[in-house]
């Protein structure tokens, strides 16, 4: 479910001039993935809800596309079973970073 996350990444970006950063950090307890970008960002009452599928909170993206609301609820909701953490940081007009903490299990 990660390749949602990065395509609701790509279509939040402005057709001209958004970019999006992908980093990977070995960290002392497992590894983080930090996804950010330079979109249309979302403001604290969809983020206070973003998990939540009974919710919708889908909105059209920078192209117009419309979605159903539904993919970070599923992706957040596989990637918890695994045991990863998930943290989301947005502004609006400015962009989204997710932070996604795999533990180690060596």
Request: aromatic share 6%; hydrophobic share 35%; charged share 20%.
């Amino acid at each position: 479910k990660l390749c949602t996350i990065f395509s609701l990444t790509l279509s939040s970006l402005p057709r001209r001039g958004g970019e999006v950063a992908l980093r990977v950090i070995p960290t002392e307890g497992g590894t983080l993935v930090e996804i950010s970008d330079t979109g249309i960002g979302m403001p604290p009452d969809i983020l206070s809800t973003l998990w939540d599928p009974t919710q919708r909170r889908s909105r059209p993206g920078t192209a117009g596309e419309r979605g159903t609301g539904l993919g970070l609820p599923i992706a957040h909701a596989i990637l918890t079973q695994q045991g990863v953490a998930i943290e989301v940081d947005s502004t609006p007009g400015k962009g989204t970073t997710f932070r996604l903490y795999w533990r180690s299990f060596a």
